[in-house]
């Protein structure tokens, strides 16, 4: 299987590798629009800021080549906020693959939430054998709101998207390749998905 991760200018990529290897798998890191466009699965990591990050994909035509890949894609944490229609993040505009926006927490708790929280009313074969309010590790400052494409619901202060799900793209706000057995057995759902 032909695996590749989304190199752009957003950190986390080592973590994921390492990850992908404890459950026996490798990847490419590229931003390659032909070695992307014929992999089976891609992943889109994310750790940094929505405008400089979308910058970063549009000049090099990213942003095109992600909306049209038809094989099974993951973005983790910025990687799906970035797939949303709009992040406040200095008011970007993204790709528009979920149909939802990313808002700053405002809840009085402290910002950015770090640390484990449960995710609730899971769906999709991301989740599979997963428990219900099973715990996962989040750092982020920013959400998805809540919305058709919702596949799984965490609260802090207030209910948001902790993993979005459309057609073949999958999205997860929590970093799976720091969540422990639930985030590998999370990943390894994602590399079965046909």
Not at 55 to 76: F, H, S, W
Not at 87 to 97: Q, Y
Not at 112 to 120: A, D, K, L
Request: include cysteine.
């Amino acid at each position: 299987m032909k695996l590749a991760i989304v190199k752009y200018n957003a950190g986390n990529i080592q973590s994921v590798l390492y990850a992908l290897e404890r459950i026996g798998m490798e990847a490419a890191v590229t931003d390659d629009h032909r070695v992307l466009s014929e992999a089976d699965k891609v992943i889109f990591p994310g750790v940094g800021e929505a405008s400089t990050a979308m910058q970063y994909l549009a000049e090099r035509g990213l942003d095109t080549l992600l909306k049209n890949l038809t094989q099974p894609v993951l973005g983790i944490c910025l990687g799906m906020q970035l797939m949303c229609n709009h992040s406040e993040e200095n008011d970007t505009d993204c790709l528009g693959i979920f149909d939802t926006r990313v808002k700053r927490f405002t809840v009085d708790l402290k910002i950015p939430q770090i640390g484990w929280n449960s995710i609730e009313q899971t769906r999709g074969p991301l989740f599979e054998g997963i428990p219900a309010g099973a715990y996962t590790y989040f750092v982020h400052s920013y959400y998805a709101e809540l919305c058709s494409e919702t596949a799984a619901v965490t609260h802090y202060g207030a209910p948001f998207s902790s993993a979005l799900q459309k057609n073949n793209f999958y999205g997860v706000q929590f970093h799976p390749e720091k969540s422990a057995a639930i985030g590998e057995q999370i990943l390894r759902n994602f590399i079965r998905i046909k």
